[in-house]
Antibody
């Protein structure tokens, strides 16, 4: 069974930093791209970032480019999101998800989310 | 960037109703579209991928159609557990984008 479990969420002051982790199990982690998707309170879904299986190729939403860094440790089956220069607009529930992108493309498994609150 | 416009944003329906949600893309995305269902406090769950392929385990009352710029998600006979928010997502090109969501509530 595919399982994804986020951790590292919490409350941080504006301008601060935080690192989220996503522990994966039940599949060959290195064979899959992984993504972070966030959802601000009461709002819709926003794709944040993608990292391909080897970790060498990454993509970012304009809203986080230059401030967030996605990475992965395939030896530990763990995905990361390092967030810096946080603002109130980054307050959201952050989901990690597995990205199936062979002949078809979609996010087929999701974690339950880690809440990040940016407030003074 | 490819914008996705979902309509309606809110839908009130009864158990047993047929429901259709539309997702329009600002440019052609072939069939690189997925539909997700999200219930309050839960992670999204994929229903449909490649515009019309039903994810394993998803009830057959859900169906998707379309290609290019116009897509639909249809629930043929609404069940109590279907009351949720539905999102489309394009995976044709970066940045990946979601529609604004359609909340389906009980009439």
């Amino acid at each position: 069974e595919v399982q994804l479990m986020e951790s590292g969420g919490g409350s941080v002051q504006p301008g601060g930093s935080l690192r989220l982790s996503c522990a994966a199990s039940g599949f060959t982690f290195s064979n899959y791209a992984m993504v972070w998707v966030r959802q601000a309170p009461g709002k819709g879904l926003e794709w944040v970032s993608t990292v391909l299986g080897n970790g060498d190729t990454t993509y970012y939403a304009d809203s986080v480019q230059g401030r967030f860094t996605i990475s992965r440790d395939n030896s530990k089956n763990t995905l990361f999101l390092h967030m810096t220069s946080l603002t109130a607009e980054d307050t959201a529930l952050y989901f990690c998800a597995r990205y199936t992108r062979t002949n078809v493309y979609y996010f087929d498994s999701w974690g339950q989310g880690a809440l990040v609150t940016v407030s003074s | 960037d490819i914008q996705l416009t979902q309509s309606p944003s809110f839908l009130s329906a009864s158990v047993g109703d047929r429901v259709t949600i539309t997702c329009r893309a600002s440019q052609g995305i072939s069939s690189h579209l997925a539909w997700y269902q999200q219930k309050p406090g839960k992670a999204p769950k994929v229903l449909i991928y490649s515009a019309s392929t039903l994810q394993s385990g998803v009830p057959s009352r859900f169906s998707g159609s379309g290609s290019g710029t116009e897509f639909t998600l249809t629930i043929s006979c609404l069940q109590p557990e279907d009351f949720a928010t539905y999102y489309c997502e394009q995976l044709k090109s970066y940045p990946l984008t979601f529609g604004g969501g359609t909340k389906v509530e009980i009439k």
